[in-house]
């Protein structure tokens, strides 16, 4: 039944984004952002380019550096709003929720969010690294249709060696469906669910999964079992917020 409705909602992801790629206009400039993104003191401009009707989706991104030239990138389908919750931990370096930036003295590095339906696919995920007057877009070929990695969840952007070097984290979406006592079942509270790994990517000019840093993140925020989602391993989540645990007792379906 649920691989039906993971069909289901596919079939109709696949119809959406059909409906929204049929809706074409000229392209236009929908936002300009003017800031010094490579740290000498000069004004570089972001702009935000859409052939589309829906306001808040673009598929065009131009990043101009002063004296260096200019890319343009431009979506496979479309980049929308940035996750709210992933708002909620993460702050922006300016006000628009079409995109997120943040900077180091290092490079800056810019996330760009495709949306994700309702069966936990995103159409597509891009991070844009700025370093040594370069603009590159290393993320985008992992993540692809071709096999490549599905973004469900990103929760972070962060320097996690203090070395200036943004990493990208992210995870899949946390499933529950196991109760750890009767009580929990009774009022329809579920604190078990799968192993789900945090990954982490460190953003250069190439992005690769740091197996090292990935292990040490879940050993520290969450629990390490290795770097694949698992259905044989149990996890408890605390109803309280607490730090999650492997459960090996049985628990309540």
């Known amino acids: 039944m649920k691989k039906l409705v993971v069909f289901i909602f596919v079939i109709f992801s696949f119809y959406a984004s059909a409906q929204q790629g049929d809706k074409r206009l000229p392209f236009r400039p929908i936002r300009t952002i003017i800031t ?29 550096l002063s004296g260096y030239g200019k890319k343009v990138f431009k979506a496979r389908d479309y980049w929308a709003a940035v996750d709210s919750e ?11 929720k079409l995109l997120f930036l943040k ?9 760009l969010f495709g949306e994700i339906d309702g069966a936990g696919y995103r159409g597509e995920f891009s ?13 985008d070929a992992l993540n692809d249709n071709r096999g490549g990695l599905d973004i469900e969840v990103p929760v972070e952007l962060k320097d996690l ?16 469906d196991g109760f750890s006592t009767k009580s929990l079942k009774d009022k329809g509270m579920p604190d078990i669910g799968p192993y789900v790994p945090y990954l982490i990517y460190p953003v250069g000019d190439s992005c690769k999964l740091n197996k090292v840093l990935s292990k040490k993140y879940m050993e520290e925020h969450y629990v390490f079992a290795g770097f694949e989602y698992s259905e044989k391993i149990n996890i408890y989540y605390p109803r309280d917020g607490g730090k999650p645990r492997i459960w090996k007792k049985a628990y309540y379906h």
């Open 36 to 64: 010094d993104l490579n740290n000498d003191n000069k004004p570089d401009t972001i702009v935000l380019i859409s052939s589309l009707e829906e306001r808040n989706s673009f598929n065009k991104i131009s990043i101009s």
């Open 86 to 96: 992933f708002l909620v931990k993460n702050k922006n370096a300016f006000h628009t």
């Open 103 to 111: 900077k180091t003295e290092k490079h800056t590095v810019i996330l």
């Open 127 to 139: 991070i844009v690294n700025i370093e040594n007057n370069h603009i590159t877009m290393p993320f």
């Open 161 to 176: 060696e203090n070395n200036g070097r943004l990493c990208f984290v992210y995870t899949v979406i946390h499933e529950y």
